[in-house]
């Protein structure tokens, strides 16, 4: 039974730094490739970053503009969020995922496990 749980979430104001953290059981992380993404009521869940795992190699959405780092613990099987300089519209639910299909990483569709979220509020 594979399970991703977040945590880290929390209110910040804007400026302010949160780190997330999402902890895999029943599934190795190093084996393969993880991702945030993020979601707000009403809108599509939408990529944030992802990682090759093996490797460390890392991929960003545009917005990310270098305020948020994406890593890995291998002995702790678990991967982190870090952000920084948050902004009212990093507001949202972010998930953790895994089992990455191939194909476009920023595709929700080419992942197969996910968490249940944490919440992120960013306020003004």
């Known amino acids: 039974h594979v399970q991703l749980v977040e945590s880290g979430g929390g209110s910040v104001q804007a400026g302010g730094s949160l780190r997330l953290s999402c902890q895999a059981s029943g599934w190795t992380l190093s084996d393969n490739y993880a991702a945030w993404f993020r979601q707000v009521s009403g809108k599509d869940r939408e990529a944030v970053a992802h990682?090759?795992?093996?490797?460390?190699?890392?991929y960003y959405a545009d917005f990310v503009k270098g305020r948020f780092t994406i890593s890995h613990d291998k002995v702790k099987n678990a991967v982190y969020l870090e952000m920084s300089n948050l902004q009212p519209e990093d507001s949202a639910m972010y998930y953790c995922a895994t089992s990455y299909r191939g194909g476009d990483w920023e595709s929700p569709l080419n992942y197969k496990y996910w968490g249940q979220g944490t919440q992120v509020t960013v306020s003004s």
């Open positions: 990682i090759w795992t093996a490797y460390g190699v890392t």
